[in-house]
């Protein structure tokens, strides 16, 4: 079955340093995501992105988050300065037709942040 | 605003137990409604689905009915099995804000032989 990979699965970054965080998606998937849970809170949405640009984005999604494509098959999530409350497990998840897939979004496993 | 709120866990249950976590919900349009599982060390799977009022989604014996009387899309499953143990996340997509899921805060289900 088609998965979605992220890397790496943990990952430990000194604050005020930038961090990227990888994804594939599924292949023939044409939206992509990010998410964050910080521990002991609950999933929230960060970003969309469709046909090359950020289609929906929420509040948290501000000036020192971006993400890219850069090559047709990875997805990554920029981190310009990170700051102690980044520290979160990031989720990279695609869907097929405007997320309105049949079978939701397929979720990756997960990148563990850690900003010390 | 949109939101969903489940049952505080951790649920712990015996085997063979029946099991609900109760989920409710806000939206300000017609929502999908979902049920993830997060296995340890795994992603977040999709469990089951109802895109509409009266829906039942249904999966691997868990069930869930759309209820927009009551706001509720709440999870059951009959007999639970020791492999059942993860954690289960109620979330919506309201036609009316795009394509992001907005997720509870998830309970974790642990099942004892």
């Known amino acids: 079955e088609p998965e979605v990979t992220q890397t790496p699965s943990h990952q430990v970054t000194q604050m005020g340093q930038e961090v990227i965080l990888r994804c594939v998606p599924i292949s023939n998937h044409l939206y992509f995501y990010w998410y964050r849970q910080i521990l002991g809170q609950k999933v929230e949405f960060l970003v969309s992105f469709y046909n090359n640009e950020i289609s929906e984005k929420s509040e948290i999604f501000d000036d020192q988050f971006s993400v890219e494509r850069p090559d047709g098959s990875n997805f990554t999530l920029k981190i310009r300065s990170t700051k102690l409350e980044d520290s979160a497990m990031y989720f990279c998840?695609?869907?097929?037709?405007?997320?309105?897939?049949?079978?939701?979004?397929?979720f990756g496993s997960g990148t563990r942040l850690t900003v010390v | 605003g949109n939101s969903v709120t489940q049952m505080e866990g951790p649920v712990t249950l015996s085997e063979e137990a029946f099991l609900t976590i109760n989920c409710t919900y806000t939206a300000t349009g017609y929502p999908s409604l979902f049920w993830y599982v997060q296995y340890p060390g795994e992603g977040l799977q999709l469990l089951l689905k109802a895109t509409k009022a009266d829906d039942k989604g249904s999966n691997k014996g868990f069930e869930a009915t759309y209820r927009k009387e009551t706001t509720s899309f709440h999870l059951e499953k009959g007999s639970v099995q020791v492999s059942d143990s993860a954690v289960y996340f109620c979330a919506l997509r309201d036609s009316n804000s795009g394509y992001a899921l907005n997720f509870g805060k998830g309970t974790s289900l642990l099942v004892t032989p």
């Open positions: 998840a695609s869907s097929g037709e405007g997320g309105t897939s049949n079978y939701g979004y397929t």
